[in-house]
T-cell receptor
Framework: EADIYQTPRYLVIGTGKKITLECSQT?????MYWYQQDPGMELHLIHY???????EKGDLSSESTVSRIRTEHFPLTLESARPSHTSQYLC?????????????FGSGTRLTVV | QKEVEQNSGPLSVPEGAIASLNCTYS??????FFWYRQYSGKSPELIMF????GDKEDGRFTAQLNKASQYVSLLIRDSQPSDSATYLC??????????????FGTGTQLKVEL
């Protein structure tokens, strides 16, 4: 049973549209992350947050933006989608526990921009 | 040099054999290490974590850590076709300004053949 939820699971959208990918977790985790992954390729961190009102850019430059108004919610927005944004987007979360820093991943959103 | 390095594979092993997956990392200060399994088109799933030098066993899986050599490995005993997936090594590293984040390797593709 997933404790971190991503919607939609699949999205096909036209160029120039604004989209928001949703991510919510019920574990009370302070830390949340967005990764981008092309098929068969490595994970790239694009955004992360250490708590409410905290957001940072990741290792890979991205035209997307994020917000963290509530602990459990970390949406990612693309103001104007382009075909180059076609990819899988994975959300993850973790706790500050010193004994365990593993991430729990959501099931992902596969985005196709046509 | 990448922060976390893995052989991309594919690593092919016969059913019932031991699969050995290897990972090296660059940050000597890293304290926790993780192995994730990712099936094609799915999100990563945490299967093992290890903090102390030596071996940690969980069912058919054994993680091995050698901090002096900056090396972590995953052994899968009695390999099954269902083990065929990409295995991601992840290392918890401190980031500038405080906090920490997982850095992922590119993954090793494992194929278990009948």
């Amino acid at each position: 049973e997933a404790d971190i939820y991503q919607t939609p699971r699949y999205l096909v959208i036209g160029t120039g549209k604004k989209i928001t990918l949703e991510c919510s977790q019920t574990m009370g985790h302070d830390k949340m992350y967005w990764y981008q992954q092309d098929p068969g390729m490595e994970l790239h961190l694009i955004h992360y947050s250490y708590g409410v009102n905290s957001t940072e850019k990741g290792d890979l430059s991205s035209e997307s933006t994020v917000s963290r108004i509530r602990t459990e919610h970390f949406p990612l927005t693309l103001e104007s989608a382009r075909p180059s944004h076609t990819s899988q987007y994975l959300c993850a979360s973790s706790s500050y526990s010193q004994e365990y820093h593993g991430y729990t991943f959501g099931s992902g959103t596969r985005l196709t921009v046509v | 040099q990448k922060e976390v390095e893995q052989n991309s594979g594919p690593l092919s092993v016969p059913e019932g054999a031991i699969a050995s997956l290897n990972c090296t990392y660059s940050d000597r200060g890293s304290q926790s290490f993780f192995w994730y399994r990712q099936y094609s088109g799915k999100s990563p799933e945490l299967i093992m974590f290890i903090y102390s030098n030596g071996d940690k066993e969980d069912g058919r899986f054994t993680a091995q850590l050698n901090k002096a050599s900056q090396y972590v490995s995953l052994l899968i005993r009695d390999s099954q076709p269902s083990d065929s997936a990409t295995y991601l090594c992840a290392v918890n590293m401190e980031v500038t300004g405080g906090g920490n984040k997982l850095t992922f390797g590119t993954g090793t593709q494992l194929k278990v053949e009948l």
